[in-house]
């Protein structure tokens, strides 16, 4: 008795979402074009850490070298990127990572992302808010910030704000107003802030080329002794390094790239709108990819100019752009910057709060969390409870806290999420197509052409054969065939989990133990060994099998490889996070496990799902001419 009771929770908590693509019905307004969708990715990844990131990087790690810290951290996102795409065009529905999950690896693993995805959102609104606040006040040379600190400061430190920012608050809830009140009118208002932030950076990027001087990409030792006597004896100099364009060597370019891997973070709000965008499987992958290259362009440009601008060790790192133009002789060129400035923080905190509700109406339609934040407004479209509760609570944590100690949250949940969305890729390519029998073959046998025809029957034939199939130790390098079967698609969801396990644990000592891999410890040399031989071994079976036939708008090119170096770039970067964040990450877990196994797990749609009923269907889905020339304007 209980086995079977232990076997039944044990299936309930793998369960896997049923995914009806033959329909693109949706409560939501489809209303996004593809041009919407990259100033949506556009605006939420370039916010105003392009502003000031490029100062930091520059003076702490790498120097002129900044530019190959944001190549590498780019084509590291991009990996990511890749993975979203893919996923982008197969399951085009709300959810983003969460519904990709739980498509994929189950419910519990669809849960803990979902989860996570909400508290980097509401903790990336919050800080963004913040954020907005502080730039505007201190444009305005901190009078907000002095009448609140007199008049209503807080005295409980290291838990509340110096002083509740009613600015913050007020922010958000304007903001949370305005998704409210439509997609199509938020898109718009994004659009246009999107638009005077790329102008601005194209001013900095332009001016700082004509203005520069690429001897400041060669300094030596003795230009750094002539500043060094230029400067007063308060004023604050960087350090020198070896100078040159790599004055760290390349340890700071990986240390620099670590952290500008963040500046890419925001682009999966995309992967949220696949019902409200007219046409997803083409708009999402597009969005995605254009978004990334274009903020790549601009991290790139702005770096390369600052340090043409000023030497790297002069660099301020509180306001890098508006003090190099002053060095140059173009001061008045710092309000265009609090202009750019202000309008990427808006755009930022635009695309942190758009996400969120999608997410929660996902997790709420599916019955993982309460019911009632499923509803959607019946005139504007809009997931509107769960609009206006993230937002409330988002608000209210901008007006109160101060956030620092949290936003490393907002890591672990970012990147959790990219690893998971890359282990769905590499699991889900590597499947065998199930097609609902009924309504699918119907449409096919009175439409469909004959080459689609034998296409269903092949698919149908061998997952026939697939029934009959039995596992052999040969089968791990030598297939039976060049199609998909239960048993090939099982071997690799094995690799593929024994692989991410590998990854994890080799991460966790080169995070950890990089002292002593540096001097060689013998112990610590031979447990990596054993881990990467056994990663490659996974790797090569999981190489063997065979692919999925099934037609999509956009793949993943590169596999098995890419996903992997994405899921080992990604866990290394979680592994680097400190013991306090990975504390308040174990607490928000604790919290959102006790409301799964309280409520989700029991109201689960998919617990109410017969097993007959229960097939995911990887078809693509099909569109008419005239309704994929509708999204033809950009």
């Not at 730039?135 to 007199?150: A, K």
């Not at 254009?290 to 600052?306: D, E, N, P, T």
């Not at 969305?421 to 449409?443: G, H, N, T, W």
Request: proline share 4%.
């Amino acid at each position: 008795m209980l086995e079977k009771t232990m076997a039944s929770f044990g299936k309930k908590l793998i369960r896997q979402r049923t995914v009806d693509l033959s329909s693109d019905e949706t409560q939501l307004a489809r209303c996004l074009s593809t041009l919407d969708l990259i100033a949506l990715g556009v605006g939420s990844t370039l916010g105003a850490g392009v502003y000031v990131l490029s100062g930091e990087v520059a003076v702490d790690d790498a120097g002129p070298s900044i530019v190959l810290c944001f190549f590498i951290a780019a084509v590291s996102s991009v990996l990511a990127g890749l993975c979203y795409a893919e996923f982008g065009a197969r399951v085009p529905k709300a959810g983003s990572a969460y519904l990709y999950s739980y498509v994929t690896v189950g419910e519990i693993w669809a849960f803990t992302t979902g989860w996570n995805l909400i508290l980097s959102y509401m903790i990336g609104t919050a800080s963004v808010a913040r954020a907005w606040s502080s730039t505007f006040d201190n444009i305005i040379g901190g009078h907000i910030s002095n009448f609140f600190h007199n008049h209503t400061a807080l005295h409980v430190e290291n838990v509340l704000a110096k002083y509740p920012d009613f600015f913050a608050l007020f922010l958000v809830l304007l903001l949370t107003g305005l998704l409210s009140f439509g997609v199509s009118e938020s898109a718009l208002v994004n659009k246009i802030f999107t638009a005077i932030n790329l102008l601005v950076l194209s001013f900095v990027i332009i001016a700082g080329f004509v203005k520069g001087d690429v001897k400041n990409w060669t300094l030596s030792k003795e230009d750094y002794q002539n500043h060094t006597w230029k400067h007063e004896a308060g004023s604050s100099i960087g350090r020198f390094g070896s100078g040159g364009f790599f004055p760290f060597g390349f340890e700071g370019v990986l240390s620099g790239a670590a952290t500008c891997f963040y500046a890419f973070v925001g682009f999966d709000c995309i992967a949220t709108t696949g019902e409200e965008a007219r046409n997803p499987q083409r708009a999402m992958p597009i969005g995605i990819i254009a978004s990334l290259l274009i903020c790549f362009v601009a991290y790139f440009g702005v770096s390369a100019s600052l340090t043409l601008m000023v030497p790297y060790y002069l660099v301020n790192k509180e306001s890098p752009l508006p003090d190099a133009f002053k060095a140059v002789g173009w001061e008045p060129a710092r309000y265009v910057v609090a202009i750019g400035s202000l309008c990427a923080l808006s755009t930022s905190l635009l695309g942190s709060i758009f996400p969120m509700p999608r997410v929660i109406y996902a997790m709420a339609e599916d019955g993982l969390l309460f019911r009632f934040l499923y509803r959607v407004h019946s005139r504007t479209k809009t997931p509107l409870v769960a609009t206006v509760v993230s937002g409330i609570i988002s608000g209210l944590m901008a007006f109160l806290f101060e956030l620092k100690d949290l936003v490393n949250l907002m890591s672990i949940g970012t990147l959790l999420a990219y690893s998971l969305v890359a282990v769905c890729v590499l699991i889900l390519r590597y499947q065998p197509d199930l097609f609902a029998p009924s309504k699918d073959l119907e449409m096919l046998e009175m439409n469909g052409s004959e080459e689609e025809k034998v296409v269903i029957n092949l698919s149908l034939r061998d997952g026939h054969v697939a029934l009959k199939d039995k596992f052999t130790w040969r089968r791990l390098f030598c297939p039976s065939g060049d199609v998909p079967t239960s048993i090939s698609g099982r071997i690799v969801y094995i690799s593929s989990t024994v692989v991410s396990l590998m990854i994890t644990t080799l991460c966790g000592i080169l995070a950890q133990q990089s002292a002593a891999l540096m001097q060689c410890s013998i112990g610590w040399v031979v447990a990596c060994v054993a881990l990467l031989v056994v990663s490659l071994i996974g790797t090569i079976i999981i190489w063997r099998q065979p692919e999925s036939k099934t037609r999509l708008a956009f793949k993943v090119p590169g596999l098995p490889l890419l996903p992997l170096f994405s899921i080992l770039v990604n866990i290394y970067l979680m592994m680097k996070l400190d013991a306090g964040t990975w504390a308040r990450f174990a607490v928000w877990m604790a919290i959102g496990f006790a409301i799964y196994f309280g409520y989700g797990i029991r109201h689960s749609v998919q617990g109410q799902v017969t097993p007959q009923s229960q097939i995911v269907a990887s078809k693509p889905l099909q569109r008419a001419p005239s309704d994929l020339s509708q999204d033809r304007d950009i």
